[in-house]
């Protein structure tokens, strides 16, 4: 799972104190208690956190606990609580940070599961698949990433034609300069080229805002129109 935005910092820095503090007090936004017998809730809770509160902003999912703050769960059981916790939660996709904090009480145990707004969602209660040549595989990182540039119309038909030697005219609408290219890659943001009119090809990247789409029917390859390089 991701940890490698600041929000991580200000999750694990929540004390003890602090927590048993929220456990019990009701005038907390993004606090969720749930009991072990709503563990199909926590995986839902943890996504809402993950996808609704501000950047990381640390949100709690009190696992093991009552409604009214009361923990529920047996010393002796806590550490199967934290597994149990830990294994639902890890269905998210993509995967959700989360620092989980064992607490006990004279009443009893629970689990704090302290979830940043997360700076990668939308996340899923469930895992993506895709197939590709080798058959149906689980979503990667990259995966991911695609599914969600396609949304653009413009990128998924950019897509449609990776590796492909693809014309570029760069310039005024009347005389552009043409060069050829091969479509390294494309996403959201930007296309990568590859510029096949060098002895040494040399790889240059257009922001997607910049492109215009277009089709030559004589040389049968696909044309990207864009005013500059930059």
Not at 60 to 77: R, T, Y
Request: proline share 7%; aromatic share 6%.
């Amino acid at each position: 799972m991701s940890s490698s935005y600041p929000s991580k910092e200000l999750a694990e820095s929540l004390s003890e104190q602090a927590l048993l503090l929220r456990l019990k007090s009701t005038e907390h936004d993004f606090v969720e208690r749930k009991p072990k017998s709503q563990k199909g809730e926590w995986l839902q809770v943890a996504v809402a956190f993950a996808n609704s509160a501000p950047i990381g902003w640390p949100c709690i999912l009190f696992a093991g606990a009552s409604d009214d703050g009361v923990p529920q769960e047996k010393p002796e059981h806590l550490e199967t609580l934290v597994r149990t916790v830990t294994g639902v939660l890890d269905q998210a996709y993509p995967a959700i940070y989360r620092h989980v904090v064992p607490l006990t009480t004279p009443e009893g145990c629970c689990v704090a599961v302290i979830i940043p707004g997360s700076p990668e969602r939308p996340h899923f209660a469930g895992k993506a698949y895709v197939r590709r040549e080798d058959g149906i595989r689980e979503a990667s990182a990259d995966d991911y990433q695609a599914l969600l540039a396609e949304r653009s119309g413009l990128v998924r038909e950019l897509r449609q034609h990776l590796g492909e030697s693809v014309r570029l005219d760069i310039g005024p609408r009347m005389g552009p300069r043409h060069k050829r290219m091969r479509l390294v890659d494309c996403n959201q943001w930007y296309v990568t080229l590859e510029n096949l009119d060098v002895d040494a090809p040399k790889i240059r990247c257009l922001p997607i805002s910049r492109i215009e789409l277009n089709y030559d029917p004589w040389e049968k390859k696909i044309v990207l129109i864009a005013e500059t390089w930059a």
